[in-house]
C-alpha cells in the first residue's frame, strides 16, 4: 500500500519558480514608472495651457511648475498627451503596468490580447476624438497632434462625411470580431439562454418526472465513482508518527441532525489539499474514515435525504413584489395634462412669428484683417527702441493684430520693474505719433506686458457680421448679447442674464446709442415676442423712437401710458416704481411655486405644474434700457435712484434686467449705491481719467481712440473691444419687419402704481380739518407763483412734517398741482382774488 501511495503522490514544487531580484526590481519600476505617468498626465490635463507653455523650460530654474510631478510631469504631459495621442496616453502607461506584471510573471492580463486592443485604441482614440473636437476649445489636448493632423488628412482627403464613414466602420468591426456579434452567432446565444430558461422552470415543477440528460449524465458518474476502489493518502504529523503516510478507504459521512450526505470526489484531492490538516492530527484506524479538508474550489455535492412524497406536499410559490413609485397627485395630474395636451407652449398666441433674417442688416464688404508687415516692423523698432533708451530692456515681443489695435506683448529681461515701463506710456504715444495708447501691465494670466497701439487702418466690424457668426446662432444663453470682437478678431458674447445688469459710460459721439442699438438688435435676432418685453426710457426723445413699430410685440408700459417709449419724468418715475410691483409680483409667484429663479418657473410651468386660476402665468424677461440717465438724476433725483437700485439689488432672479446708459459719468450721477449692484461694465472714449475710474474703477477709456473702440469689465478683467457698427437705417428696417407681423392686442401692461402722495391727498381733504395756518399758506404760495414745501417752512417757520401736511391739503382743495419731481409745484389759482372767493367757498 505504501507504495501504491508513493506513486501517487504529486511531485513537489520546483524551487525555480522563485523570482530573482533583478526580476523584481524591474516588474516594480515599470509598475511604478506607470504610476508616475498616470499622474503626471492627470496633473498636466487639469493646467495644460500653463504646463505646455514650461514643458520647453525645463532646466530654467526662475520658472515654477503646476505639475505634481515639477517639470518632468509637464516635459512627459507634453510628449505624450498634447504633442502625441491626447488623453490616449492613459493606455500607454496601463501597458507599462501589463510589462510589469508579465516580468514579476503574475497572469493578470492576456498579453497578446491586451496589446491588440489597446493598439486599436492608441491608433482611433485620438482620431474619434479629434474628429468630434476639431482642435477647438480643449479639444486640442484630448486628441493631440496625431489625432488632429490625422483626422485633418482624412477629412480633406475623403471629406468630413467619409470620415465619420470610416471611423464607424473600424468600430463597428471592432466589436463585431471582439464580442462575436454576427447573427448567427446572436441567434445561438439566445437559443441557449430560452433553452436554459426552460429547463430551469421545468425542473422547479413538484410533479414533474421528466429528467433531462444533464442530470442523467450527472448521477450516472456519481454511481461509477462509488464503485470504484477508492484510496487516499494521508500524511500523519503527530509527533509519534513521523510523516508515515497511511492509506484509508473514505465511507460517506453521514450528518444526522442535517440529515445531509456529503460526498466528496476523491480524484479531485491534491497534495496541497492533504497538507492542510492539522499537524497534531492522530489517527485512530478503528474509528471512522476520516475524509481531508476540501477548499472551497474543490468541486463536492450536497444530496437532500428527503423523500420524493414530502417534496411534493410542500406547498411552494413566488411572488414578486410590484415596484410602487410614489407620486403626487398633483404631479400625477400635471403629468396627465402632458400626456394630453403636451408642454405649455408659450409661442402660440404668435405662432406664426417670424424671426428677422439676416438680410435687413446692410454687408459691408470683406471685413478680414489686413497685416501690414511694414508698419508692425515700424512699431516694433520704436518701442524696443524707446524702452532701450530707458535702460528696460526686452527678451522677447510678440504682435497680435485685431480690428482696430494691435496688442503689443512685450516679455521684459530679469530684474526690470514694472511700473517702470507702466510709467512710459506718454513717451511710448509720443514716439509713435498714435493715440489711443493704452498699457496693461500685466497681462493677466500671463507672464507678459502689453501695449495697445491703435492701428493706421482700422477694420470695421459689422453687426452682420457678429449675428451671422457660428458662436452668436448656436448659443444657449438666455439673453444673448453679442458687443464686436475682441483684439485677437473673436466675436465676443456675454449672456445679459448673468451679468446681470449692465451700465453703459461714454462721452457724446464716441458709439454709446450705437452700442445700445448693438444689444437690442441682438436681443431682437434671438427671443420670440413671448419672450422678451423691453421697458424704454429715452429722455432725449430720438434715440429709441425708432422701436415705437415693435409696441405691441415687444414693448411694456404702464395701463394709462399712450406711448410705451417712456419721455415724460414724471412717468418715467411711475414706470420704475411699477416695475418694483411686478417684480415684487413676481418673488410671490416664485415663493408659492418653490422655485428660485424665472427659468424653474417657466420650466414648472410649461411642465403644466402651476394651475393658472392660482394666478400663476408665463413670465416673460423685462429689460429696461435708459438711455440718458444724468437727464433723470438731475430732474428726479432720489426718486429715480432709489427704484433703480432696488431693481438692481433684487430684479435679477426674478428676470427684470437694466441696461443704464449716460454720457456723463461723474459721481453724483453714478453713485456708490448703483455703482454696487452693476458689476458689468462698458466703457466707451471719456474725457478724463476721472471720469473712467468712475465708471471702470480704473483708467484706460480716457485712452479709446472713439468710433465703438470701447473696453468691457465683467467684474473681473478689463476687456478692450471693437463694438459692432449697426446704422440707423438697419435698426429701421429690423423695426419694420417685426411691426409689419401679426402682434398682441396691445403692448406688455405693467401693474398700476399709485404713487403716496395720490393716495393720501385725492378725496381725503375736510375743511374742518384743516391746519390752522391753511389760508396763510395759500396766500403765500399765490402771491409768489411757486408752490414749493420749503418755502412754507422759511416763510411761516414752521417744520416740515406740518409744512409737507398743509402742502398736501392744498393740492387736494385744488390750489396747486401734483409731486413734480426736483421741480415746484403749479399753482392753480392765478391771482390773490380767485383766491378769496375759493376760501370763501371752503368756509361755507
Not at 513537489?12 to 499622474?39: D, N
Not at 434671438?526 to 415705437?548: A, N, R
Request: charged content about 25%; proline content about 4%.
Amino acid at each position: 500500500m505504501e507504495k501504491k501511495s508513493q506513486k501517487k503522490q504529486p511531485e513537489q514544487p520546483e524551487t525555480g519558480k522563485i523570482l530573482s531580484k533583478p526580476r523584481i526590481f524591474f516588474g516594480l519600476t515599470f509598475i511604478v514608472f506607470a504610476g508616475v505617468l498616470t499622474l503626471s498626465f492627470i496633473s498636466y490635463l487639469m493646467n495644460w495651457k500653463a504646463d505646455q507653455s514650461q514643458a520647453g523650460t525645463i532646466l530654467d530654474k526662475t520658472i515654477k511648475s503646476s505639475n505634481i510631478f515639477g517639470k518632468l510631469g509637464d516635459w512627459l504631459g507634453n510628449i505624450f498627451i498634447f504633442e502625441s495621442i491626447g488623453i490616449a496616453s492613459f493606455i500607454v502607461a496601463f501597458l507599462f503596468v501589463v510589462f510589469g506584471t508579465m516580468i514579476l510573471k503574475k497572469k493578470i492580463f492576456k498579453p497578446w490580447m491586451t496589446f491588440g486592443h489597446s493598439l486599436f485604441f492608441i491608433c482611433w482614440l485620438p482620431i474619434l476624438l479629434g474628429a468630434i473636437t476639431r482642435g477647438n476649445g480643449n479639444g486640442g489636448v484630448l486628441s493631440g497632434v496625431y489625432g488632429y493632423q490625422i483626422m485633418d488628412s482624412l477629412s480633406a482627403i475623403i471629406g468630413d462625411v467619409g470620415l465619420w464613414v470610416v471611423l464607424i466602420v473600424s468600430i463597428a468591426l471592432y466589436f463585431i470580431l471582439e464580442f462575436n456579434l454576427r447573427p448567427s452567432s446572436i441567434k445561438a446565444k439566445l437559443d441557449t439562454i430560452n433553452e436554459n430558461t426552460i429547463g430551469k422552470v421545468k425542473s422547479m415543477m413538484p410533479n414533474s418526472d421528466q429528467s433531462f440528460d444533464a442530470d442523467q449524465e450527472l448521477e450516472d458518474e456519481i454511481k461509477e465513482e462509488e464503485e470504484k476502489d477508492l484510496n487516499i493518502t494521508i500524511t500523519d504529523f503527530s509527533e509519534n508518527k513521523k510523516n508515515k503516510e497511511v492509506v484509508v478507504k473514505p465511507e460517506p459521512i453521514i450528518q444526522e441532525n442535517l440529515n445531509v450526505e456529503t460526498i466528496v470526489t476523491p480524484n479531485q484531492t491534491s497534495f496541497e489539499q492533504e497538507k492542510e490538516l492539522t499537524p497534531t492530527l492522530n489517527l485512530d484506524l478503528n474509528a471512522k474514515p476520516i475524509i481531508p479538508v476540501v477548499k472551497p474550489e474543490d468541486a463536492f455535492e450536497v444530496h437532500s435525504n428527503f423523500s420524493d412524497s414530502s417534496i411534493e406536499d410542500i406547498k411552494f410559490k413566488v411572488e414578486v413584489a410590484p415596484v410602487i413609485d410614489i407620486i403626487d397627485d398633483a404631479d400625477k395630474q400635471s403629468q396627465d395634462l402632458v400626456d394630453r395636451h403636451g408642454l405649455y407652449d408659450h409661442r402660440l398666441d404668435l405662432a406664426k412669428f417670424q424671426m428677422p433674417p439676416i438680410d435687413l442688416l446692410k454687408e459691408y464688404g470683406n471685413e478680414e484683417i489686413s497685416i501690414n508687415k511694414e508698419e508692425l516692423e515700424e512699431n516694433k523698432n520704436k518701442i524696443v527702441g524707446l524702452l532701450k533708451n530707458f535702460n528696460v530692456g526686452i527678451a522677447e515681443i510678440k504682435a497680435t493684430i485685431g480690428p482696430t489695435v494691435t496688442l503689443y506683448e512685450i516679455v521684459p529681461e530679469a530684474g526690470i520693474r514694472v511700473a517702470s515701463i507702466k510709467k512710459l506710456q506718454d513717451d511710448i504715444a509720443l514716439n509713435l505719433s498714435a493715440l489711443g495708447i493704452r498699457i496693461i501691465a500685466p497681462m493677466p494670466g500671463k507672464g507678459t506686458i502689453g501695449i495697445e497701439v491703435p492701428r493706421k487702418n482700422p477694420t470695421m466690424v459689422s453687426m452682420r457680421s457678429v449675428i451671422a457668426s457660428q458662436k452668436f446662432q448656436n448659443t444657449d444663453m438666455d439673453l444673448p448679447v453679442v458687443f464686436g470682437k475682441t483684439i485677437s478678431n473673436e466675436v465676443f458674447m456675454a449672456d445679459l442674464s448673468k451679468m446681470p445688469h449692465l451700465l453703459m459710460a461714454g462721452a457724446t459721439g464716441q458709439g454709446k446709442s450705437v452700442g445700445i442699438n448693438a444689444i437690442l438688435t441682438s436681443l431682437l435676432y434671438k427671443k420670440h415676442p413671448s419672450e422678451l418685453k423691453f421697458v424704454m426710457v429715452d429722455p432725449k426723445k430720438v434715440e429709441l423712437s425708432l422701436y415705437s413699430k415693435i409696441e405691441r410685440h415687444y414693448l411694456a408700459k404702464l395701463p394709462d401710458s399712450d406711448d410705451a417709449i417712456i419721455t415724460d419724468t414724471n412717468k418715467v418715475i411711475n414706470t420704475l416704481n411699477s416695475l418694483c410691483v411686478e417684480m415684487d409680483q413676481r418673488y410671490d409667484l416664485l415663493k408659492n411655486a418653490f422655485c428660485k429663479n424665472l427659468k424653474e418657473y417657466n420650466k414648472k410651468f410649461a411642465e403644466r405644474k402651476l394651475n393658472p386660476e392660482n394666478g400663476h402665468r408665463y413670465l416673460p424677461y423685462i429689460v429696461l434700457v435708459v438711455d440718458e440717465f444724468a437727464d433723470l438724476i438731475m430732474t428726479a433725483g432720489k426718486e429715480v435712484e432709489l427704484p433703480i437700485a432696488r431693481l438692481a439689488q433684487l430684479a435679477r432672479a426674478v428676470g427684470i434686467h437694466l441696461i443704464v446708459a449716460t454720457q456723463r459719468p461723474s459721481v453724483n450721477v453714478i453713485t456708490g449705491m448703483i455703482k454696487a449692484n452693476f458689476p458689468a461694465r462698458a466703457a466707451f472714449r471719456v474725457i478724463s481719467s476721472v471720469d473712467s475710474r468712475t465708471i471702470l474703477d480704473s483708467t484706460g477709456a480716457d485712452q479709446l481712440i472713439g468710433k465703438g473702440d470701447m473696453l468691457y469689465f465683467n467684474g473681473n478683467e478689463i476687456l478692450r473691444l471693437q463694438c459692432a457698427f449697426v446704422d440707423t437705417p438697419e435698426v429701421e428696417r429690423l423695426a419694420e419687419f417685426i411691426g409689419e407681423q401679426k402682434g398682441y392686442a396691445s403692448a406688455f401692461m405693467l401693474p398700476e402704481f399709485v404713487s403716496e402722495e395720490a393716495t393720501s391727498t385725492v378725496g381725503a381733504f375736510d375743511p374742518n380739518e384743516k391746519d390752522a395756518l391753511f389760508e396763510e399758506a395759500a396766500r403765500i404760495i399765490v402771491s409768489t407763483q411757486q408752490g414749493s414745501t420749503s418755502m412754507l417752512q422759511r416763510q411761516l417757520k414752521l417744520g416740515y412734517n406740518r409744512a409737507g401736511r398743509i402742502m398736501d391739503q392744498l393740492e387736494a382743495s385744488g390750489i396747486v398741482g401734483g409731486f413734480n419731481g426736483a421741480k415746484a409745484r403749479e399753482v392753480l389759482i392765478s391771482d390773490l382774488y380767485s383766491l378769496e372767493q375759493f376760501l370763501e367757498d371752503l368756509r361755507n
